[in-house]
């Protein structure tokens, strides 16, 4: 198969020594040795992340968490800040599971900013509140940190639910500094895994609000999860140990690199495609909100991107256009996430340059 360099929002590059781990024998999932790789795999979460919070990895995708959301934090009524395609996507999960959900709506491309989802909780009664991190279609990064102090700070009885799935491991981020009480992830973003695996966050308070909510299912009940793990230091249901041997192992990398220096990494590759997109079109994003990880450019020059991707993939690269029906052409998106590092990024615009012969 060919290989191209994935400079897209996921999947992104993974190492080959990371998914040769991948073909170690399987072991039972009930075994002393998978309760050591799993308590081992927490850790090192826990440590990367600094955090005294819960951590879990599932074998499902990241959108598991919006369910998990809707069947175990949403008692009745949410609101969610859509600001792009996955936010949308969170708030038709919750109101998909039959509880209320109010969105908070801002013009793609704009963040969600905190005296908004203030102005929005006065409103009404909410126990919910769902923001994305970053908006992986729009290439916006909301600022959660102080959104989340901001409903803390007067509603601390509300459960604040992240989706980071396209920016944890690669921003920075503590879940205690961010008062998060779910933080979800998937493997094929930030972390540089193959798909399948989910990685989440929690704290007890989202546990103890979950008991009290009927009708939480079996594969997404986080009390179910939690309680298990608890008591058995394993997964309710079989696990895929062959993507958790890559993840030990990934995880054992970015602790060595440290997070911090992952986030610059990452924030000097965004800073550059940011410096060369301004040169040409400009960012779609309001200025100040940009991703580090995803640039989403505004294609003003009205470029073809799919001829674009035939000509990088003659060199052996690939980049992704807009997301979704309203941002295709209007936009296309390099990812700089996991793996890549200045020079790679350096590369991938010399080459587009060189198609563009701009
Ligand atoms: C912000 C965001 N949320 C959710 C998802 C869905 O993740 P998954 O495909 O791992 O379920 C994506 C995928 O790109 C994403 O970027």
Not at 248 to 258: I, P
Request: a negative charge; one cysteine or more; charged letters at 25%.
């Amino acid at each position: 198969m060919s290989h191209n360099r994935l400079f897209i929002p996921g999947p992104t590059e993974a190492l080959p020594e990371v998914l040769a781990k991948q073909t170690d024998y399987l072991i039972g999932h009930r075994s002393k040795d998978f309760t050591a790789l799993y308590t081992g795999i927490i850790g090192k979460l826990q440590e990367y992340f600094e955090t005294e919070q819960h951590a879990t990895v599932l074998t499902s995708s990241g959108t598991i968490w919006m369910d998990i959301t809707a069947r175990n934090i949403v008692q009745k009524k949410a609101l969610a800040g859509v600001c792009g395609a996955f936010s949308q996507r969170m708030a038709k999960t919750i109101s998909d599971s039959g509880k209320e959900v109010d969105t908070l709506d801002v013009e793609w491309g704009q963040a969600i900013k905190p005296e908004a989802v203030l102005e929005a909780l006065a409103k009404d009664d909410y126990d919910t509140v769902a923001i994305v991190h970053n908006e992986t279609s729009t290439g916006v990064r909301n600022p959660v940190g102080d959104i989340g102090a901001a409903i803390k700070k007067e509603y601390p009885d509300i459960m604040f639910v992240v989706d980071a799935v396209s920016s944890m491991g690669g921003n920075y981020m503590v879940p205690e500094k961010m008062n998060t009480d779910i933080l979800f992830a998937s493997t094929q973003k930030c972390f540089a895994l193959p798909p399948g695996l989910s990685i989440a966050l929690y704290s007890e308070e989202a546990v103890e609000r979950a008991r009290t909510v009927p009708g939480r299912g079996f594969y997404t009940d986080l009390v179910g999860i939690h309680d298990y793990y608890l008591k058995k230091q394993q997964n309710p249901t079989t696990p895929n140990m062959s993507l958790m041997y890559a993840l030990t192992y990934q995880l054992d990398r970015m602790l060595a690199e440290g997070a911090k220096a992952r986030h610059d990494r990452h924030e000097q590759m965004a800073q550059y495609t940011r410096a060369w997109a301004n040169r040409y079109m400009e960012m779609f994003p309001e200025p100040g909100y940009e991703s580090i990880t995803v640039s989403t450019i505004a294609n003003t020059q009205e470029k073809n991107i799919g001829d674009l991707n035939k000509e990088l993939a003659k060199k052996g690269y690939q980049i992704a256009n807009g997301y979704g029906a309203k941002l295709k052409e209007k936009t296309f998106r390099i990812g700089h996430m996991g793996e890549w590092n200045l020079d790679d990024v350096k590369s991938l615009l010399w080459h587009i340059d060189e198609i563009w012969e701009q």
